[in-house]
């Protein structure tokens, strides 16, 4: 019996190692036809577009957007997506149209946005800037324009110069509502600051203000002296009439002649009209704005370019201002950018643009109405 049993332990033992073999064998087998189904499924062909979109939400809701737009994935692709990571969401960039399967699920998960740098300048007006976005973005021009004039605030100002990193893909009106919110948002950030609220009309009036002041002054030390002599004109009800007002829309790098002086009958024109225009002329920086609250302390009326050095000789007289015109005759422009001379309302200009109001206390913010007039 004895001699049975060891022979029954003996041949359970093999047919289970036999058993366990199989299974495992199996399970290499099933693994190894996955693999082969899997690196089959990776290497179909697949063509995209070489920007896409990618929706926040889980990875089945983004297949389900995928799936809408003509890529057919299923399940598979789910656990590949959850294998390999997260998908990004908004623009990414894929780099290439054609691609293996597996290419693009790896991308989708992996690459950057899809993000193109444009500068607005200051100074330069809506309507060039709308051509550089349409020309960069391969966007419609004549709907940037339409959407553009239907939701700006003002016809121009409402988008604050800077450098942007947009993604490309964005649609029409998607990019220039976020150019309007980022822009808004720092108008409220920067008034909150300054004057503890926000008040929209008031501010655009500043804007406008500051629109001029980026046209005219040579320099960012210049400006809150070119808007002493804007706020002193205007308290005596003196035309402004300077050349840089008429360098709106599509005229912001046309030469201010005599006949456009003349023929130009907008609310620009600020030598047949008192007062601001109706609207800001150009993207303005936050130096311009902040040189537009907070003009320094001048009896300024006047100004004209020194041919030396393509800063401004400033006069509160008629004569003056004739004189340092006459000055110019015959003088080669050099532009130095250098002051032969600094006074003292210079200085205190400086000292105001040196000022970072953003971050400044109240206090301080006090400080600086000492310099306005």
């Known amino acids: 019996m004895p001699e049975n049993s060891e022979k029954t332990t003996t041949n359970k033992k093999v047919n289970n190692s036999?058993?366990?073999?199989?299974?495992?064998?199996?399970?290499?087998?099933?693994?190894?036809?996955?693999?082969?189904?899997?690196?089959?499924?990776?290497?179909i062909p697949l063509?995209?577009?070489?920007?896409?979109?990618?929706?926040?939400?889980?990875?089945?809701?983004?297949?389900?957007?995928?799936?809408?737009?003509g890529y057919e994935l299923n399940i598979i692709d789910k656990y590949i997506i959850d294998y390999l990571g997260y998908p990004q969401a908004g623009w990414i960039d894929l780099k290439s149209q054609y691609m293996l399967k597996g290419d693009f699920l790896y991308k989708i998960t992996k690459s950057k946005a899809a993000l193109k740098t444009i500068t607005l300048?200051?100074?330069?007006?809506?309507?060039?800037?709308?051509?550089?976005?349409?020309?960069?973005?391969?966007?419609?021009?004549?709907?940037?324009?339409?959407?553009?004039?239907?939701?700006?605030?003002?016809?121009?100002?409402?988008?604050?110069?800077?450098?942007?990193?947009?993604?490309?893909?964005?649609?029409?009106?998607?990019?220039?509502?976020?150019?309007?919110?980022n822009t808004n948002k720092q108008y409220e950030e920067f008034s909150k600051k300054i004057f503890g609220y926000y008040d929209k009309k008031k501010w655009y009036y500043y804007i406008t203000m500051a629109s001029i002041i980026q046209k005219e002054a040579a320099s960012i030390d210049e400006m809150p002296l070119v808007s002493s002599v804007i706020y002193?004109?205007?308290?005596?009800?003196?035309?402004?009439?300077?050349?840089?007002?008429?360098?709106?829309?599509?005229?912001?790098?046309?030469?201010?002649t005599a006949k456009r002086i003349r023929e130009d009958n907008s609310s620009y024109n600020t030598y047949k009209n008192k007062g601001l225009p109706a609207n800001p002329i150009s993207a303005v920086s936050l130096n311009a704005i902040k040189a537009a609250i907070f003009?320094?302390?001048?009896?300024?009326?006047?100004?004209?370019?020194?041919?030396?050095?393509?800063?401004?000789?400033?006069?509160?007289?008629?004569?003056?201002h004739v004189n340092n015109i006459n000055a110019?005759?015959?003088?080669?422009?050099?532009?130095?950018?250098?002051?032969e001379k600094e006074t003292k309302i210079d200085k205190e200009a400086k000292k105001i643009m040196k000022t970072d109001v953003s971050k400044q206390k109240p206090s301080s913010i006090k400080d600086l109405w000492n310099n306005v007039k």
Do not use: C, W
């Open 328 to 339: 110019n005759r015959g003088v080669k422009k050099s532009y130095t950018k250098v002051k």
């Open 121 to 181: 300048i200051p100074g330069e007006t809506s309507y060039i800037f709308l051509q550089q976005l349409s020309k960069k973005f391969n966007l419609s021009h004549e709907k940037l324009e339409d959407i553009y004039n239907k939701y700006a605030y003002k016809a121009d100002g409402n988008i604050i110069a800077d450098t942007y990193s947009l993604p490309y893909g964005m649609k029409e009106d998607h990019l220039l509502f976020y150019l309007f919110s």
């Open 47 to 69: 063509s995209s577009t070489k920007v896409l979109h990618i929706p926040k939400g889980s990875t089945n809701s983004i297949i389900t957007h995928l799936n809408k737009t």
């Open 295 to 320: 003009p320094v302390k001048s009896n300024y009326l006047y100004f004209v370019k020194d041919n030396k050095t393509g800063l401004h000789k400033f006069t509160s007289t008629y004569k003056a």
């Open 232 to 256: 002193n004109r205007l308290r005596k009800g003196m035309a402004l009439q300077m050349d840089g007002t008429l360098n709106y829309g599509k005229y912001s790098h046309v030469k201010v």
């Open 18 to 43: 036999i058993i366990v073999s199989l299974i495992i064998f199996n399970i290499i087998e099933m693994f190894l036809i996955a693999s082969i189904v899997v690196l089959f499924y990776v290497n």
